[in-house]
């Protein structure tokens, strides 16, 4: 098992920025990729992000390429997401998670049924 916990949420402006943490527990934090993805009201869960193992290799939607950036700690057993120039369509629930698989395309790491487990949100607001 693998506990995640997000933090760093809240309300800004956009133009804006924000920094996520996700801490993990349970087991060896270096044997997963982690993603971030967020949901917003009315609709589907998207893939924001991801790191992989190492962190030698990160993936970016279109839609935050050039504003966010996905890092991780290993040796702090947490991964981050930094979020700058917010838009409110950046809006949403932001979770955290963690896949048992190594490698792969663009389409697995941004796949969300690749990922096993799940931390329970933080809400992003950006207000226009």
């Known amino acids: 098992q693998v506990q995640l916990v997000e933090s760093g949420g809240g309300v800004v402006q956009a133009g804006g920025s924000l920094r996520l943490s996700c801490a993990a527990s349970?087991?060896?934090?270096?044997?997963?990729?982690m993603g971030w993805f967020r949901q917003a009201p009315g609709k589907e869960r998207e893939f924001v992000a991801a790191?992989?193992?190492?962190?030698?290799?990160?993936y970016y939607a279109n839609s935050v390429k050039g504003r966010f950036t996905i890092s991780r700690d290993n040796a702090k057993n947490t991964f981050y997401l930094q979020m700058n120039s917010l838009k409110p369509e950046d809006t949403g629930v932001y979770s955290c998670?963690?896949?048992?698989?190594?490698?792969?395309?663009?389409?697995?790491?941004?796949?969300?049924?690749?990922?096993?487990?799940w931390g329970q949100g933080t809400q992003v607001t950006v207000s226009s």
């Open positions: 349970g087991r060896t934090f270096s044997n997963y990729v």
């Open positions: 790191i992989s193992r190492n962190g030698g290799s990160t």
């Open positions: 998670a963690a896949g048992g698989f190594y490698s792969g395309s663009y389409v697995r790491f941004a796949s969300d049924y690749e990922y096993t487990y």
